[in-house]
């Protein structure tokens, strides 16, 4: 079961190798070994692969590989909000040609609004763990208003309404 839950992490991450998963996740060599040993993953990396999204999980592991920035392990609470607040079936009505684009536009949108939170509301340049997660998304869910006077929650709702923009071709 742990090797299981190694490698849906390292699928999750883009890593080749366990060391390649330590060095993407700013740890030592060893350190996914010592997983191993011990038969236990924190939580802060178990969250990577622990949703119940199915799709969307899916999808974002992809975004993860594909966007090089949110490959570190502190940038995982990010893609975790942003998942919080999207239904589990966003985006399903939609071709499968048009799903990635659009998942990956809201995505981007709704981790930027937790980027935005994390600093002006807490403080600080990036989530340090679980209890400032919870906090984010308190603050998300919140009335708490954005630079533009716009609640947290509000902006939220406007950018899983919207999805992506139409472009005339």
Excluded at 62 to 89: N, S, T
Excluded at 130 to 139: G, K, N, P, S, T
Excluded at 155 to 168: L, N, T
Aim: net charge negative.
């Amino acid at each position: 079961m742990i090797e299981d839950q190694v490698q849906r992490i390292r699928e999750v991450m883009g890593a080749k190798s366990d060391s390649d998963l330590a060095s993407k996740l700013g740890l030592g060599r060893t350190a996914v070994s010592r997983w191993k040993q011990r038969g236990f993953i924190p939580p802060e990396y178990r969250a990577l692969i622990e949703t119940p999204r199915g799709q969307l999980l899916d999808f974002a592991s992809q975004f993860i590989v594909h966007r090089e920035v949110y490959q570190h392990a502190d940038h995982h609470y990010w893609l975790r909000a942003a998942l919080h607040f999207l239904p589990a079936d966003y985006g399903s009505s939609l071709p499968v040609a048009d799903r990635a684009r659009t998942l990956d536009f809201v995505l981007t949108r709704l981790m930027g609004a937790a980027l935005d939170a994390t600093v002006r509301e807490l403080g600080k340049p990036r989530c340090e763990g679980e209890e400032d997660y919870r906090a984010l998304i308190e603050v998300l869910a919140s009335g708490s208003s954005t630079e533009s006077g716009l609640a947290y929650s509000e902006r939220i709702a406007r950018v899983v309404a919207e999805g992506m923009p139409v472009v005339d071709h």
